[in-house]
């Protein structure tokens, strides 16, 4: 298995844990754009929105919640951004779905 984000799923890359269940896991950025930028990830390996299926459609609406929560715990009541990036053109550099929870600073846009 050579996924980045599964080896740090099941422990053998070290995180700074920020929530986890049975379905996610959410961890801070290595490389932070904002005071507060965690990574929500499925637990299975899904390469990105592009490998996703209506099977999945549960799934996606937890990792939104979670990131949702995780805002709220962190104190981001003045906003904060959801993103996805998705595939090359999107700027997406790990194959393992996740969505990124940005705060703590005003966001500008469009991005770049
Ligand atoms: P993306 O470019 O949307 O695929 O996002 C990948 C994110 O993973 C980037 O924001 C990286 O800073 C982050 N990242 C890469 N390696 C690690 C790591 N070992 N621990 C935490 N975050 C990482
Ligand atoms: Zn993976």
Redesign the pocket.
């Known amino acids: 298995m050579s996924c980045?984000f599964c080896k740090?799923i099941e422990g053998s890359?070290p995180?700074t844990a920020v929530y986890q269940d049975e379905r996610c896991y959410a961890?801070?950025?290595?490389?932070p754009?904002a005071p507060v930028?965690v990574?929500v990830t499925p637990r299975e390996h899904i390469a990105s929105m592009e490998a996703t299926t209506e099977a999945h459609r549960a799934l996606l609406g937890h990792l939104l919640w979670v990131a949702t929560e995780i805002a709220h715990t962190k104190g981001l009541a003045k906003g904060y951004r959801l993103?996805i990036?998705t595939g090359p053109e999107g700027?997406?550099?790990?194959d393992h779905l996740?969505v990124?929870l940005l705060g703590g600073r005003t966001l500008h846009w469009p991005p770049g």
């Open positions: 980045l740090i890359i995180s961890f801070a950025d290595i490389a754009q930028h990574l993103v990036n700027g997406q550099t790990v996740h990124h």
